[in-house]
């Protein structure tokens, strides 16, 4: 091993533990490279729930603008329905967002007559 | 030589206080080793893909000073790095020269210095890079890289490591160290301290989102090893029993000069270890339970993984606050198995049986998987249902598999001399011991109905029971999933019950294994031991374990009694119940076991046969004189087939099978007298007698002599011996097998008292125990000897020693004498050294092999009467009168330790009993001190004369915790002067036996082990010197 891989190991294991799995991976793209920008998106808002989704930093910044664009809740409306609401609305976004990358893969893939998923990647998904 | 035979005399009640356990909390506020609060747990990251494997080849003198290591770095399984380190300071330079050059000749990496090693490789690449550590023995090899070792500091946020070592690794303190904690002989726990830096960043910290302490991936080979197969292993029966592709080697050059062929062996360790571990690792990851493997620990651990992967939560999961009395009332009913002898050095003919897997039968006969499934259980009041059944059941009734479910039964009886299991410190022993006995109480205690049924079976007198409380499983958990067992076998918890399914696979298994041959047969009978060591591992002990903690100080403990009485004492062990702790299940567990060995007690005797002794799952049938070979076998088959309604496997046999150990060794088909010679519980050998009338021994116990140091190897037998021992059928080292084979030999010839253990030149060296300093307490003994010394020239922690005991001609009989670690046993006895004084101690001082075994033929039966030193022939029942109860916690807390070096520290935990200081302990005090003095009252009672004299009079007054101490020893002052008057008269009978068999006074004190002067004083019943 040399001192370069050396380093490179310590970075990765610290961004292991720093994201507290050694299987890292957004949760709409798939994205899985370990080097990638993760970040925990709060799937109902942060307001409203705790409740987090692991992302990459593209998606997690696509889903929060989408999230903004969301229309609000009513002031008297009751917490509960309010949390019930966006979870779903959020959830919604999620799913919405998974298709549309399922969608680019599938395009790339009739682009590539005869290739596998794996060497259409840019690094075959390795860690 | 044979005792009188009249004694076989009404021996009346006897009075003895009963040891009960209790249930016990700390009296303060439960301390969580959790996190702070409102810190959020994140998931500990798994290692990366690298795996470090390293081993040490040390001096051979008492420091095992590290001289060199061999490390192999290994990224996803493949060879990244092999090299070589060393201590500069304990090889020549000529030695670092020829290192230097194997290194070059065997393309390995330039050796480095162990300074070097750790920084680099260690803590650069074990710690910074996640890899795994891997080795054979690691406490040992951490203990001989590490800069310096300490006492582990316990923190209110981190008591797991109360009595661990702490390892420095770097001298900058910012780098984490190693910590080590010994759990027993075969596992540890091993974990990297808290490095000195922020591990989360601000956003984090603000969240209360924290990234965990690293503490790194430890796994031991030689702990995964005992955990998989079952029993110890070294490395080079572990790769003689996974067929590694490269073996452990054996040197002669430990502690020579450096050479070529040295370094390959100690080369080959690192990838021996490495095979092991793959091997290992493959077979843990068969069992599919989802748990990492570095967290296995033991067998236990196999059977909390295997809940923890179908769901299933802990009975304390789910009742956080369960009631203390009701514990205190299943923990009072709760004894171990069953370990008893009948006839006692004496030869007897036997049908050896065994129990199949007896506590998975017995937890699937109750149907113990639903309470295990349950989220709780519930009590109703059965008294008059249970009265109802104990009055009509008999014997024939539990053929019905149906009767066993309802079992699940706790009864609170008043005994009236009713056969039941008693735990009493018989004939003024230390320790309690446990013997199924006739009691009388004038209090109530708590027995499971199995022990009520099986002592009406024995004896044929019902207990009258007071009351009675059903147990009856709640609603099933939320969360249990359907796993595939070992990936192939579908199991499903809310439906299965996994008892049955594993022993059912197993049965089918070594079916299968025994249609197939070669490496197949081997690989299915790997997987029915597999299925064996899983449903053993979820049967039992899970439920009952206990962890005993020693607290710097005595802290306050709240103890628990069953009759609803609660009382605080100081103690510095405290007991914390282990995740998966259930004492219902461990009680009705141990209860239907005893009831099962009783119905084959009765059996037999309906059968017209006797029992020579049990242990647990086990029963000798013997032969009565008189009866003939063919009626016998006929008889035992008989007992055999009673069973087999029981069968709760489908699978067309009785649950009681005939051991192998009945047929002839070569083919196992052909029936071959068995006999067998008992000693006390645990210690027996069953042999058959050839055709020249000379014995051969089938199976023996280690019972008593596995601390024991082999005194000479298996090529050098006692003379008198076979030549020639099949020692791997029999389980033994040779010289236990010669000893054994000695006494049958004796008990032949009709001389067992007499025997002596001089019968090899080699016993009359000083007895050696080996040991290693695996607590802090142990490694404190060579405190003068490591004084002033850097950490390399010091004797180690986890560096071996030896225990050894004072003889008879000692100068002072309160040694503690003990020897640091020599290759040569010879050599390391010189070195003996009083570890309390540190003066040295001559090997003429030191207890020899012959004097520690002489009493081996003579150990007690106490729980029985007819079970004294000198007592051959059959026990009889005892009948107890309890005089007052006494709580106990764990009974087996630290047996080893306390065992081999007479530590001090008591077996069991004895938190006394609840009674307050009365007038009539006073009174009793007085009457004591009238008779035997106040001096000798304050020895007995452990409290000064003038403590004694103001006691009696009423001027002090007594120590609440020790007034149950006080009455006992006080009643046992009393007792004892009928006791010596009575017992002295079979003694002596023995001593003036054996002269006559010796031949003279002094030949016979020999064989006794007794100074001859003080033989002579024993007879004039004179004071001894």
């Known amino acids: 091993m040399t001192p370069a891989q050396h380093t490179l190991q310590i970075i990765k294991f610290r961004r292991f533990r720093t994201l507290g799995t050694a299987n890292p991976f957004c949760a709409t793209c798939g994205e899985c490279r370990w080097w990638a920008r993760f970040e925990l998106h709060h799937i109902a808002g942060r307001k409203y729930s705790a409740l987090l989704i692991r992302l990459c930093q593209t998606c997690h910044n696509w889903i929060s603008i989408m999230q903004t664009l969301l229309p609000s809740m009513g002031e008297g409306e009751d917490p509960r329905r309010a949390q019930l609401i966006a979870e779903l609305e959020g959830s919604a976004l999620l799913h919405d967002l998974a298709a549309a990358k399922h969608r680019e893969a599938a395009d790339m893939l009739r682009g590539l007559p005869g290739v596998l998923p794996d060497e259409a990647s840019d690094d075959g998904g390795a860690q | 030589m044979r005792l009188p035979t009249d004694r076989r005399q009404d021996w009346g009640s006897e009075a003895l206080p009963i040891h009960l356990r209790c249930y016990t909390r700390s009296a303060g506020a439960p301390q969580s080793e959790a996190a702070p609060l409102g810190r959020k747990p994140r998931a500990k990251p798994q290692p990366n893909d690298m795996v470090l494997i390293f081993d040490t080849e040390t001096t051979i003198d008492a420091t095992q000073r590290l001289r060199v290591l061999f490390y192999q770095l290994r990224i996803s399984g493949r060879l990244d790095e092999e090299g070589a380190a060393y201590d500069p300071g304990a090889l020549k330079p000529r030695e670092i020269a020829v290192l230097r050059a194997y290194c070059v000749q065997r393309d390995l990496t330039e050796p480095i210095t162990l300074d070097a090693f750790r920084e680099e490789v260690f803590l650069g690449k074990g710690y910074d890079c996640g890899a795994e550590i891997v080795g054979f023995n690691l406490p040992f090899d951490l203990a001989r890289i590490a800069l310096d070792a300490s006492v582990a500091r316990v923190t209110k946020y981190r008591r797991k490591m109360r009595d661990a070592f702490t390892f420095k690794l770097s001298p900058n303190s910012r780098r984490p160290n190693v910590q080590v904690k010994h759990l027993s002989a075969r596992a540890s726990v091993i974990e990297f301290t808290a490095e000195y830096q922020q591990r989360s960043s601000r956003p984090d910290r603000k969240r209360d989102d924290y990234v965990p302490v690293h503490r790194g991936h430890f796994t031991d080979v030689k702990t995964l090893a005992a955990a998989l197969t079952s029993r110890s292993h070294s490395l080079k029966s572990l790769t003689a029993s996974l067929g590694t592709k490269t073996k452990k080697d054996e040197s002669d050059e430990h502690g020579g000069p450096l050479t070529f062929a040295y370094l390959d062996y100690a080369r080959s360790d690192v990838q021996a270890t490495w095979e092991c571990f793959t091997a290992l690792r493959a077979k843990f990851r068969s069992y599919c339970l989802g748990t990492a493997h570095w967290e296995i620990l033991s067998e236990a651990s196999l059977g909390k993984a295997t809940l923890s992967a179908l769901g299933v939560q802990s009975w304390l999961a789910q009742n956080a606050n369960p009631s203390p009395h009701l514990l205190a009332q299943i923990l009072c009913s709760y004894f171990g198995g069953r370990t008893e002898v009948r006839w006692r050095k004496t030869v007897k003919e036997v049908f050896h049986t065994d129990f199949t897997s007896m506590y998975p039968s017995v937890c699937t006969l109750q149907g113990l998987w639903r309470f295990i499934t349950a989220t ?271 069968d709760p496997y ?282 035997f003095g106040d001096a000798a009252v304050g020895r007995a009672i452990g409290l000064p004369r003038s403590t004694v004299a103001k006691l009696k009079n009423g001027k002090a007054q007594f120590p609440r915790g020790q007034c149950p101490g006080i009455s006992d020893r006080l009643r046992a002052m009393q007792a004892v002067e009928a006791e010596i008057i009575a017992r002295e008269g079979k003694v002596i009978e023995g001593y003036r036996d054996a002269i006559q068999t010796q031949g003279s006074l002094r030949a016979a004190a020999h064989s006794l082990g007794i100074d001859p002067s003080n033989l002579s004083r024993r007879l004039r019943r004179l004071p001894e010197i």
């Open chain 2, 376 to 646: 709780g259980f519930a009590t109703h009041d059965a008294t008059a249902d249970t009265q109802a059944l104990l009055e009509s059941v008999t014997a024939d009734d539990l053929q019905d598999q149906a009767l066993w479910l309802r079992l699940p039964v706790l009864v609170r009886v008043r005994p009236s001399d009713d056969l039941l299991p008693v735990r009493a410190p018989y004939c003024r022993e230390k320790n309690a011991t446990i013997g199924l006995n006739y009691l009388a109480a004038d209090s109530s205690i708590w027995v499971t109905l199995a022990d009520c049924i099986a002592g009406k079976i024995l004896s044929g007198k019902t207990p009258a029971i007071e009351e009675a409380i059903g147990f009856t499983p709640g609603p099933m958990q939320a969360g249990l999933k359907s796993i595939k067992l070992f990936g192939r076998h579908r199991f499903d918890p809310r439906s299965d019950d996994l008892f049955r399914r594993l022993i059912q696979l197993r049965i089918e298994e070594k079916g299968r294994a025994a249609k197939l041959i070669g490496a197949e047969r081997e690989a299915a009978e790997d997987v029915a031991q597999s299925l064996k060591i899983t449903a053993n591992s979820t049967s039992y002990g899970i439920f009952v374990q206990v962890n005993v903690e020693t607290e710097p100080s005595p802290v306050s403990v709240e103890v628990f009694g069953p009759d609803g009485e609660s009382f605080v004492t100081k103690s510095r062990k405290v007991e914390r119940p282990g995740p998966y702790f259930n004492p219902l299940l461990a009680t009705l567990i141990t209860g239907a076991a005893r009831l099962m060995l009783a119905l084959a007690e009765s059996r037999a005797v309906t059968e017209g046969l006797d029992w020579v002794f049990c242990d647990t799952d086990s029963l000798a049938l013997a032969r009565p004189e008189g009866m003939a070979a063919e009626e016998f076998e006929a008889a035992a088959e008989r007992v055999i087939e009673w069973f087999r309604p029981l």
């Open chain 2, 650 to 931: 489908d699978c067309g046999s009785s649950i009681l099978k005939a051991e192998r150990a009945n047929y002839a060794a070569d083919d196992g088909k052909v029936r071959e007298p068995l006999f067998c010679l008992a000693i006390s519980s645990k210690r027996y050998v069953l042999f058959n007698i050839g055709s020249d009338g000379k014995p051969q021994i089938r199976k023996g116990s280690a019972h008593g002599l596995g601390h024991l140091r082999a005194p000479y190897r298996a090529d050098d037998p006692a003379p008198g011996t076979p030549a020639s021992v099949p020692l791997g059928e029999i389980e033994l080292p040779r010289w236990q097998h010669d000893l054994w084979y000695r006494l049958v030999e004796n008990a032949l010839a009709d001389r067992l008292n007499s025997t002596r253990y001089d019968y090899h030149p080699k016993l009359r060296r000083p007895a050696l125990s080996r040991y290693a300093a695996t607590n802090p307490g142990l490694w404190r003994w060579f405190a003068t000897l490591n004084e002033g010394k850097p950490y390399a020239d010091q004797v180690k922690p986890f560096g071996f020693l030896y225990a050894l005991h004072t003889g008879r001609k000692a100068a002072a009989k309160s040694q503690h004498p003990i020897a640091p670690f020599d290759r040569s046993p010879e050599l390391a006895v010189r070195k003996a050294f009083d570890r309390v004084t540190g003066d040295p101690i001559a090997a003429e001082g030191l207890q020899t092999y012959a004097e520690a075994l002489a009493g081996y033929h003579m150990s007690p039966e106490s729980k029985f009467r007819g079970g004294e030193a000198f007592d051959q022939g059959r026990t009889e029942r005892r009948h107890v009168q309890a005089r007052g109860f006494e709580f106990i916690g764990k009974e087996a807390d630290r047996y080893e330790e306390a065992f081999l070096v007479d530590a001090g520290s008591e077996l069991p935990i004895r938190y006394g009993s609840p009674q307050p200081p009365t007038a009539d302990l006073q009174a009793a005090l007085a009457a004591a001190s009238a008779k």
